[in-house]
T-cell receptor, first 113, second 111 residues
């Protein structure tokens, strides 16, 4: 069965520091991979997605993620965090040609000035 | 913005009462989904629909039913609400690119 693990429940960084949020998945083939962000009291906004091709994908708000098949990982990165990036981040995996997404439990990012 | 609205946005109800949440979309997407979000669990799929009158169960479907009588509306019903159904409920649509987009959510409290 598919599963997604986000090992870090809560991360705190200083504004301007670099960021990496971890995501590991379990799936037999190459999945669809997504990162969503949720600000407090809001819905989920798509940051970026990977379907195929270049394993480094660029998203909105200066985020990028790299698909590493050998590590079953899809980590999210940003070189310099802004206070407005404080939110909860969800990694999700989708099986090709099915209807469902499996979500990780999320990582809450706190940004200190 | 994928043209998704949810109503109500907030609701407080009592145990044992029926509750219906509505998801409305304006862009004629075939696939629609209902998730619940709880701390420590992320989002979990309740039910989904792949067309008018075509629905299927998700991971946490017990205690919930759905209906889709027209493309734009997907209803989630709690026949007899319980405190364990206190949650935030999100509706989503899936575009042809296999990407899901989410509505703003409904916060439901069952007392």
């Amino acid at each position: 069965a598919q599963s997604v693990t986000q090992p870090d429940i809560h991360i705190t960084v200083s504004e301007g520091a670099s960021l990496e949020l971890r995501c590991n998945y379990s799936y037999g083939a190459t999945p669809y991979l997504f990162w969503y962000v949720q600000s407090p009291g809001q819905g989920l906004q798509l940051l970026l997605k990977y379907f195929s091709g270049d394993t480094l994908v660029q998203g909105i708000k200066g985020f990028e993620a790299e698909f590493k098949r050998s590590q079953s990982s899809f980590n999210l990165r940003k070189p310099s965090v802004h206070w407005s990036d404080a939110a909860e981040y969800f990694c999700a995996v989708g099986e090709r040609n099915t209807d469902k997404l499996i979500f990780g439990t999320g990582t809450r990012l706190q940004v200190f000035p | 913005d994928a043209g998704i609205t949810q109503s109500p946005r907030h609701k407080v109800t009592e145990t044992g009462t029926p509750v219906t949440l509505r998801c409305h979309q304006t862009e004629n997407h075939r696939y629609m989904y209902w998730y619940r979000q709880d701390p420590g669990h992320g989002l979990r799929l309740i039910h989904y629909s792949y067309g008018v009158k075509d629905t299927d169960k998700g991971e946490v479907s017990d205690g919930y039913s759905v209906s889709r009588s027209k493309t734009e509306d997907f209803l989630l019903t709690l026949e007899s609400a319980t405190s364990s159904q206190t949650s935030v409920y999100f509706c989503a649509i899936r575009e042809s690119t296999d990407t899901q987009y989410f509505g703003p959510g409904t916060r439901l409290t069952v007392l």
